[in-house]
């Protein structure tokens, strides 16, 4: 009944931009920690950005400073603002999210970075 759907991925060159955009609907009571965390072919998935529903920011290393994570909570809506982009951030990126006390994930967003 909860879903979270990812959107704003897609085909870019380096040292491009792109902002992803992930929506909460369903019966949502309460938000709380959400996150973008990616997964490459072969690869285990890793966390990129987490933020609280206090607004609390930590970044992975491999990020170098280039994402910024948000969230707008009126519109149940978290973002992900990434740029100079490089080919190693090519992956599948996921929304999760704990929300009426579980675990919820997206279907996943492609991105694909050319060289």
């Known amino acids: 009944q909860v879903q979270l759907v990812e959107s704003g991925g897609g085909l870019v060159q380096a040292g491009g931009s792109l902002r992803l955009s992930c929506a909460a609907s369903g019966s949502i009571f309460s938000i709380g920690a959400m996150g973008w965390y990616r997964q490459a072919p072969g690869k285990q998935r890793e966390l990129v950005a987490r933020?609280?529903?206090?607004?609390?920011?930590n970044y992975a290393d491999h990020e170098k400073g280039r994402f910024t994570i948000s969230r707008d909570n009126a519109k149940n809506t978290m973002y992900l603002q990434m740029n100079r982009l490089k080919p190693e951030d090519s992956a599948v990126y996921y929304c999760?999210?704990?929300?009426?006390?579980?675990?919820?994930w997206g279907q996943g967003t492609q991105v694909t970075v050319s060289s």
């Open positions: 933020i609280t529903s206090g607004g609390s920011t």
């Open positions: 999760y999210a704990f929300i009426a006390w579980a675990d919820r």
